[in-house]
């Protein structure tokens, strides 16, 4: 954009008395370390520029000002030091601040921003080389011996009108020209992608991204996988078409200040009452058993896997040692087993609840996907690096489903992310090492579709041991057939179903509906639901409570990020002993534990105890908490569920066997009673009379005949147990008929979806049912015998028709 000379003096004039009030230390401090950007604070400028209309202006038409602001600042540094700059040197400028509603990710850089100075949050995903670019050329003339300059500028530029980018072979004589390239003037460019963060992603729908231009000194200030904060101009370029123009431009962002985000950028707002609750649950004995039933209420069972994932997202203690060692904090976990046990749910609830997780499937993905690429560019034709899944989710989570539909060599390429966790390319000229420190929690089923109990698991996995000894757990999830478990947990999913979310109540994982979600103080634990947790348990026994998922992420968040266990003297005296009994046992064992046990698993130990040590918000790893470790390797090594369900196999077999026992021996019993019963008639019969004889014999006979088939069959009587705590009266079929047919025609004249217990007592007293009134107890039986055949669902005090 040309602007008129009156008008930029008058604007570098107000920018030298604003630097010279406010930024002079900036500028001694610029010279002083040999920089040549001079970064603003916007709000300084509203301050400044508060009675005129320029603070405004200079956010929505920028390039208006850039290069009245670069001359002040240059001509401001040239007074504190002369020599500082060379000739055509100039200092340049950049912003920083709260850009208020500015402050846009990819998605939301519509086209009302165009011309305006915006800042851009998201993560780099792509980078360029850093390239040359051509400010001023020299060429010499040997006819005439004479030098001709040339200036270029482009789109990026802030002052003058875009000039070609030939050079010149002859002057305006038409002698020739020759370029010298030594007295040229450069300046460094590079083009840069951002895409928004996987978390604040739109469900569905692909993530946005834009390109960068970031030149001169803001070149390589940041890497595929890097989250930053980039503030700069936005413009509009004309699409490349051949000769027609189709009235659609592509759009750019011109840098003038990139700032490094840490990850922790969307972190949860803690209030002082969060803040006591996290510490009264990090104190009960209880706290590793509450948080796990709280991670997917939805999920019968799996209590073992449950507690594993907390640790998990929890992780262990990084370590960078001083000769360059890198110890990995991040636990990876797989789980191997039949079809429909509810792997693929744990995923979703890995997603659901961890701050940064990115979901990815085997066959979905490929070794480069997950690692990085090396792409050309589709403009210029040159090589850049493209960050994949593992680097997007550096200190994160990797969620893989369907782990073992992977080709091997895409399974290898993830090797040295799993324990060095970096992910290194040597591609088309091009060498790099990116950050990649992430768990990965995989899914898969076994070699046969299903799990065979009569191979070792090692050959039912059939995964190589270089990739199993670099999953710190690994669980063999099975269905398994039994009749008690079945009705549990068909009663769980049925329950599930027949809930229904009331309005603006919490669901059954305690989240709020979507989009109701708010920061500050949220509840701690879900609300009881008959419906939902199933009828209260008997006196003296407590229903386990689950803590809410906003509140259960502040725990989690809190206790990875603000606690830093240190290993204790007898912490590491019980998991070397406890690791030399698992070496000794996996050589012993017949059919071998699921993991190869190495010198990596007693690294896993160490993480899980610091994990657990994390849970507790203890500064110290104690004893416990490698005794905790330790119940859940075992749980993993020794594929634990494969032996309760043998055990319970062996348990009813041996019920059967002693009942077939029990029931000859019955039979025998019952013969040598009835003889004896004869052998006593014969005594006594001797000694009575002959015809008082003949009438006995036929009655005791007639007796005999009745009592011995019963004694053969009498069984001790089952007593059933008294119901607990319903109901105790009967309500006729006539009053029952009446009750429901006042109560349906009441909802149906009024339109109601829902009724307090309160008014339906009163409804049904008032229209004269029955000859005697209904008492609260009466009521209450008849609304859950409706409730039980589905015709309504009580919640709350309330009545909600279904």
């Known amino acids: ?408 060599q895409d399974r290898v390429a993830i090797h040295e992310v799993m324990e060095q966790q970096t992910v290194t390319i040597a591609k088309a000229g091009i060498h790099a090492s990116l950050n990649a420190r992430c768990s990965v929690v995989a899914a898969a089923n076994p070699i046969y579709g299903t799990y065979d109990r009569s191979l070792t698991p090692t050959k039912n996995i059939g995964l190589p041991d270089s990739l199993l000894s670099r999953f710190d757990l690994l669980f063999i999830v099975l269905d398994q057939m039994d009749a008690g478990i079945d009705s549990m947990i068909s009663e769980h999913v049925l329950r599930m179903h027949r809930y229904q979310n009331d309005r603006g109540e919490a669901g059954p994982d305690g989240n709020l509906p979507y989009g109701r979600e708010e920061d500050g103080e949220s509840e701690v634990f879900v609300k009881y639901n008959r419906m939902l947790h199933g009828k209260k348990k008997k006196r003296g026994q407590t229903n386990e409570k689950t803590l809410t998922i906003k509140f259960l992420k502040k725990y989690i968040h809190y206790a990875k990020h603000r606690i830093q266990p240190e290993l204790t003297d007898e912490a590491s005296e019980r998991i070397a002993e406890a690791y030399a009994d698992l070496r000794n046992a996996g050589s012993d064992t017949k059919t071998g534990g699921t993991l190869p046990i190495t010198a990596r698993t007693l690294e896993t130990i160490i993480r899980l105890a610091t994990a657990h040590a994390k849970l507790k918000l203890s500064r110290k790893v104690t004893k416990v908490d490698a005794e905790a470790a330790l119940k859940l390797m075992n749980f993993a090594i020794y594929h634990q569920e494969l032996t309760e369900m043998d055990e319970r196999e062996q348990e009813e077999r041996q019920r059967e066997q002693s009942e077939q026992e029990r029931t000859p021996s019955r039979h025998r019993g019952n013969q040598e009673n009835a003889s004896a019963n004869v052998e006593r008639l014969a005594n006594f019969i001797s000694s009575i009379e002959a015809h008082t004889a003949a009438i006995l014999i036929v009655i005791h006979c007639f007796f005999l005949l009745l009592l011995v088939p019963l004694s053969e069959t009498a069984e001790p009587m089952d007593v059933d147990e008294p119901p607990a705590e319903q109901f105790s009266g009967t309500v006729s079929a006539a009053r029952i008929e009446a009750f429901e047919r006042v109560f349906g025609q009441h909802m149906r004249a009024n339109r109601l979806d829902d009724i307090s217990i309160a008014d339906i007592e009163t409804v049904v007293n008032n229209n004269g049912v029955g000859a005697s009134h209904y008492s609260a107890d009466e009521i209450m039986a008849l609304l859950e015998k409706l409730q039980d055949d589905n015709k309504v669902m009580i919640s709350d005090g309330k009545v909600h028709i279904i």
Request: hydrophobic letters at 35%; proline letters at 4%.
């Open 1 to 408: 954009m040309d602007v008129p000379e009156e008008t930029r003096l008058r604007h570098k004039r107000d920018f030298i008395q604003f630097l010279e009030n406010i930024y002079m230390d900036e500028i001694k401090a610029l010279v002083q370390n040999k920089r040549h950007r001079l970064i603003v604070n916007v709000s300084d400028i509203h301050t400044h520029f508060r009675e005129s209309e320029s603070s405004s202006r200079i956010l929505k038409n920028p390039i208006e000002y850039m290069q009245s602001f670069c001359d002040a600042a240059t001509e401001a540094t040239r007074n504190i030091d002369p020599k500082y700059l060379k000739e055509d040197e100039q200092v340049l400028v950049g912003f920083e601040g709260h850009f208020v509603s500015r402050r846009v990710t990819p998605r939301e850089l519509l086209s009302e921003f165009i011309g305006s100075l915006v800042c851009v949050e998201g993560i780099v995903t792509k980078c360029s080389l850093v390239r040359p670019k051509v400010v001023k050329s020299v060429h010499f003339c040997p006819s005439t011996g004479e030098f001709t300059n040339r200036d270029y500028r482009d789109i990026t530029s802030h002052a003058g009108l875009p000039t070609g980018s030939v050079y010149p072979t002859r002057d305006d004589n038409g002698n020739l020209l020759v370029t010298e390239y030594g007295l040229c003037k450069y300046k460094d460019h590079q083009t840069l992608s951002i895409q928004e963060v996987p978390e604040n992603a739109a469900p569905g729908q692909l993530p946005r991204s834009v390109d960068v231009i970031a030149e001169d000194d803001l070149v390589d200030s940041c890497k595929p996988g890097d989250r930053v904060a980039i503030v700069g101009i936005y413009k509009a370029l004309p699409g490349k078409s051949k000769g027609s123009v189709n009235g659609v431009f592509r759009t750019i962002l011109i840098a003038n200040n990139i700032s490094l985000l840490n990850k922790e950028a969307n972190a949860p707002i803690y209030t002082p009452r969060d803040l006591q609750e996290i510490k009264k649950i990090a104190a009960r004995d209880d706290a590793f058993d509450l948080l796990s039933r709280s991670l997917a209420p939805s999920i019968y069972g799996h209590a073992w896997i449950k507690k594993a994932v907390i640790l998990l997202m929890l992780g262990g203690m990084e370590k960078n040692l001083k000769n360059g060692t890198h110890l990995r904090g991040d636990i990876n976990m797989m789980m191997v087993g039949d079809p429909s046990v509810a792997k693929s749910q744990l995923l979703r609830a890995i997603m659901n609840i961890a701050p940064l997780a990115i979901s990815t499937t085997g066959r979905g993905s490929s070794g480069v996907g997950l690692t990085a690429a090396v792409t050309s560019d589709q403009e210029t034709g040159e090589r850049r690096l493209e960050a994949g899944a593992m680097v997007l989710a550096d200190k994160g989570i990797v969620c893989i489903d369907e782990f073992d539909k992977m080709n091997d």
